[in-house]
């Protein structure tokens, strides 16, 4: 009897974890639109801050070969913050096509993508064209990204 009473009892645990678990391929598209809607023209602080509600506070994220220290820092959300309102509202057309995504087991994602922006850069007030295919490995910790390393191809 007490076998039963256990064997019952890791059976339902076991199950509500799986119930529990983060299905991956639907947080990775649902990471692409959220993290594409920040780039476009009419994009406000509201598209920012849903975007990094997906991310940890001390979120890593490098962006090679321009940022190559993803080390997580306590800062991390408020600095992608800082920067990423910098560039809010910089294109005055933005697109994007997912074009892959991979999971790793429970714990990564990668997304690849073709995008192509045009606009005003805010610091030299330069305009900037440009299209280009990403990738970007989100390493998870729970339901939420813990590292970003984007790449170019």
């Known amino acids: 009897m007490k076998h039963l009473i256990l064997f019952t009892l890791l ?3 076991s ?6 678990e983060l299905d991956l391929e639907k947080f990775a598209h649902h990471y692409f639109k959220l993290m594409t809607e920040t780039q476009k023209p009419n994009a ?4 920012l801050e849903s975007y990094l509600s997906l991310l940890t506070d001390d979120i890593g994220h490098s962006h090679l070969p321009y940022v190559v220290d993803d080390s997580r ?3 991390g959300k ?13 294109h005055d057309k ?15 994602i ?12 805010p610091q030299n007030n330069q305009p900037i ?24 191809e």
């Open 11 to 13: 059976f339902y645990s």
């Open 15 to 20: 199950f509500s974890l799986l119930a529990k």
């Open 44 to 47: 406000t602080s509201k598209e």
């Open 73 to 75: 820092l306590p800062d």
């Open 78 to 90: 408020a600095s992608m913050r800082k920067g990423m309102t910098f560039y809010l509202g910089a």
């Open 94 to 108: 933005y697109e994007a096509t997912l074009l892959d995504v991979f999971v790793f087991n429970n714990s990564a």
């Open 110 to 121: 990668a997304i690849r993508y073709k995008n192509y922006a045009k606009g005003v850069h």
């Open 129 to 152: 064209e440009y299209s280009q295919t990403m990738m970007e490995v989100l390493e998870l910790e729970g339901d939420k990204v813990a590292v970003i390393r984007k790449y170019h």
